[in-house]
């Protein structure tokens, strides 16, 4: 298994609160990514990375911040949890060209 | 804009039957079409790439099929084991971001 470890694996928290999910790669792959998966939908891209510092928007972005201060970590914050954010957040990283490998996943539910 | 879409959203077969799944895609400037199985609960785990119109990869009971407008994974006498959500992506132009499908469930019965 490609070394992506996310934590937490399973979180409730209530509405208003701020949360953040951590995703750390031992792969030393440049680009990093934070989807989320909701039933009926694809995966759908929230933030991306592709390198220290450098991130950008996803398609659903909205509500959500991400920092990578290293190579091997990159945190996705909900700034203030809305029950529309339950869902299960995957995070993956790839090199440029080259497949994606995923996380087992974190499960959100906001109450 | 890109879209990618896969069918039947469901399929239940028996064991030892073969059948497709399809990922039909609109996109100019393909880079890349990539497979994955997804079982419960976990993350999606990476089967194949494809890049150009006419490639095949196989693994196992898996074959996976590129056009220039769709893609086939192809199972052959499949086993309860193989039973999954498979997941295809696109990726294009100067984006390297991948566009997902919804999937197709997969379920085998011994």
């Known amino acids: 298994d490609a070394g992506i470890t996310q934590s937490p694996r399973h979180k409730v928290t209530e509405t208003g609160t701020p949360v953040t999910l951590r995703c750390h790669q031992t792969e030393n792959h440049r680009y990093m990514y934070w989807y989320r998966q909701d039933p009926g939908h694809g995966l759908r891209l929230i933030h991306y990375?592709?390198?220290?510092?450098?991130?950008d928007k996803g398609e659903v972005s909205d509500g959500y911040s991400v920092s990578r201060s290293k190579t091997e970590d990159f945190l996705l914050t909900l700034e203030s949890a809305t029950s529309s954010q339950t869902s299960v957040y995957f995070c993956?990283?790839?090199?440029?060209?080259?497949?994606?490998?995923f996380g087992q996943g974190t499960r959100l539910t906001v109450v | 804009e890109v879209q990618v879409t896969q069918s039947p959203e469901a399929l239940r077969l028996q064991e030892g039957e073969s059948s497709s799944l399809n990922c039909s895609y609109t996109v100019s400037g393909l880079r890349g079409l990539f497979w994955y199985r997804q079982d419960p609960g976990k993350g999606p785990e990476f089967l194949f790439t494809?890049?150009?119109?006419?490639e095949e990869k196989e693994k196992e009971r898996l074959k996976a099929t590129l056009t220039k407008k769709e893609s086939f994974l192809h199972i052959t006498a499949p086993k309860p084991e193989d039973s999954a959500t498979y997941l295809c992506a696109v990726q294009a132009g100067s984006n390297y971001q991948l566009i997902w499908g919804a999937g197709t469930k997969l379920i085998i019965k011994p």
């Open positions: 494809l890049y150009s119109a006419g």
């Open positions: 990375s592709y390198g220290v510092k450098d991130t």
């Open positions: 993956a990283i790839s090199g440029r060209d080259s497949e994606a490998f």
